[in-house]
């Protein structure tokens, strides 16, 4: 009886021993995925509320441009209307959004309405140009994890505690505003992620649950588009659990 006698290559050899590791490995990765939110998504929203005609905004402007490029977080302008009377009607700006702002200030009940305001997920507010003081608001991130799929034009939404409203919002990536008059009257200011509208795409009570997207970027002027996980109501924001863009 004859036995043959099978030679083995040292990279087989490695090969074989390193199998089980690198399976062990990819499942760990795989699980690890799992657990994550889908899609990172931002930590945190701030909300600038500026304005074309107001002559301590331009800094802040600079501010929510480069909060834009961060990752971690959704930075959206709200352009509000009420200084449009000093001769200069803001072009980006709307009086539902000057209600927004003034609905955060009653439900705080301190009455902070101010330019330039930013408000941090829907909670603290500090001035805008103030990089440091706004990085201070980030505390805790959102708490329920959101995921757009635009492909597909569905929003999903995880579980968590209580209920809110998830919302379109649907902005201008970049407008550049030659300004004739008013304080910022001569100058050419570019402003990013100014909000166009916002679009109520249904109640979460909770549960995980998915929605239909809508026309992104639907609103007059907007060529973009994010969703917010929002408490409270139109009328009366209250804290944001969470978000995608």
């Not at 050899?13 to 490995?25: E, G, I, N």
């Not at 608001?137 to 409203?165: H, I």
């Not at 902005?171 to 509208?197: L, W």
């Not at 909770?206 to 929002?230: E, M, S």
Request: proline share 6%.
């Amino acid at each position: 009886m004859s036995r043959r006698l099978v030679a083995f290559s040292p990279a087989h050899v490695l090969k074989a021993l390193l199998a089980p590791s690198m399976t062990a490995l990819l499942a760990l990765a795989l699980a690890m995925a799992a657990v994550q939110p889908a899609s990172a998504g931002p930590r945190h929203v701030v909300e600038l509320f500026t304005s074309q005609g107001c002559s301590s905004c331009p800094p802040a402007d600079v501010v929510l441009r480069q909060l834009a490029g961060d990752g971690d977080v959704l930075a959206l302008g709200f352009h509000v209307d009420y200084w449009d009377r000093l001769g200069w009607k803001d072009t980006l700006g709307s009086p539902a959004f000057s209600a927004r702002q003034r609905a955060y200030a009653i439900r705080r009940g301190d009455g902070g309405v101010y330019t330039p305001q930013a408000v941090v997920d829907g909670g603290g507010h500090a001035v805008g140009s103030s990089s440091r003081a706004v990085a201070g608001l980030m505390k805790a991130p959102l708490p329920v994890a959101v995921t757009l799929d635009r492909g597909a034009g569905q929003v999903g939404v995880g579980g968590g505690e209580g209920e809110a409203t998830l919302w379109r919002v649907d902005y201008t990536r970049s407008a550049t505003v030659p300004i004739a008059r008013g304080e910022n009257g001569g100058h050419t200011i570019t402003y990013v992620n100014a909000v166009r509208g916002l679009t109520a795409l249904g109640r979460w009570d909770g549960r995980p649950a998915r929605f239909a997207l809508g026309d992104c970027g639907a609103a007059p002027g907007a060529d973009a588009c994010a969703v917010i996980l929002q408490a409270g109501s139109e009328g009366q924001p209250g804290v944001i659990l969470g978000a995608a863009d």
